[in-house]
């Protein structure tokens, strides 16, 4: 992890544990701020993880900067909605729609959130704890 | 008449199981041992069956090779009944001929348990993945099938086998 020092300066309320940075208030000035601050530069989503904890879901944005060599995890914990992050980083479009598709989590401000992998009319979201496959229509498939 | 029908049907499918052509279709690791079979070393030129067709209203032979999901199964039946008559179906692979290790209800919610639910089926080739080997097996069994066939077997065959699916909101539902 690089430099905590600007971070803890700037976030003086965001917790690190674990290797992560906790934004769940406020994951927007954070992602903004570390793609941007000239020291830091995380210019690279690397990817979006989804946890479903059952009674919370977490996000985990794993960022790498290109100029540092450096990669850094920042997480939300919420319940089943999250700010989308496309404003900052585009290639999070295509993460959202798959978090979206496979664990339900609505995402404002995504500007065309949609299945990514299943088809549109599928019931449900399979990789939710909950999720158990009873669609009427593929009885056949039994 | 009975010995000019016959001889009839014996030049026909005499052409016919000779020159089977496949449609390419390879939708996941059986396409590997798929195209593997096209190869000098297996030469799959042998039985006829090289010209791989990239358009289905030019092939003759559906070799069905990989897991075949929910979203994938529309086209997998869209491309079936854009085949023209004569068309024969193999299906290749543990995952066409009845869902593979995606089979319990538990493991997986997006495979199809076996394309027979979804077409006819002629040739059934398990194992994960068939050799080339068991697809040439597989594609000598179909030629010794074709040989015996008559127009009217053809037809009791598909009435029996009819297709029950339509595709609706992007996934297949009884009709």
Wanted: charged share 20%; hydrophobic share 40%.
């Amino acid at each position: 992890m690089p430099d905590i020092n600007i971070i803890r300066e700037h976030f003086p309320n965001n917790i690190i544990e674990a290797g992560k940075l906790d934004a769940s208030f406020n994951i927007i000035e954070v992602l903004s701020f570390l793609k941007n601050c000239p020291e830091l530069s995380f210019d690279m989503l690397l990817s979006i993880i989804a946890i479903d904890y059952i009674h919370y879901n977490e996000l985990i944005y794993c960022l790498l900067s290109t100029h540092l060599n450096e990669s850094i995890k920042v997480s939300v914990k919420m319940k089943n909605e999250a700010k989308s992050v496309t404003a900052i980083y585009k290639s999070a479009y295509f993460d959202e729609c798959e978090i979206y598709d496979l664990f339900g989590i609505k995402f404002t401000g995504n500007p065309n959130l949609k299945r990514l992998l299943l088809p549109q009319s599928w019931a449900g979201h399979p990789l939710k704890k909950d999720y158990i496959l009873n669609d009427e229509r593929l009885k056949w498939n039994e | 008449m009975g010995i000019i029908v016959t001889t009839i049907d014996y030049v026909l499918n005499w052409g016919r199981s000779n020159s089977i052509w496949p449609l390419t279709f390879a939708t996941s690791c059986c396409g590997i041992e798929m195209i593997c079979s096209t190869t000098s070393s297996f030469d799959i030129a042998r039985f006829g069956s090289e010209v791989f067709r990239a358009s289905p209203r030019q092939a003759d032979l559906l070799i069905c090779a990989g897991t075949i999901t929910h979203k994938m199964a529309p086209v997998l039946l869209r491309l079936y009944q854009q085949m023209p008559e004569p068309k024969y179906v193999i299906a290749m692979g543990a995952c066409t001929c009845g869902g593979g290790m995606f089979s319990t209800p538990e493991d997986s919610y997006a495979v199809v348990r076996g394309i027979d639910k979804i077409l006819p089926v002629d040739i059934f080739i398990p194992m994960c993945p068939p050799k080339p080997e068991a697809l040439f097996d597989g594609i000598i069994k179909l030629q010794k099938n074709i040989r015996k066939e008559s127009i009217l077997t053809r037809k009791q065959f598909l009435g029996n086998h009819k297709v029950k699916l339509k595709e609706k909101d992007g996934i297949l539902q009884e009709l």
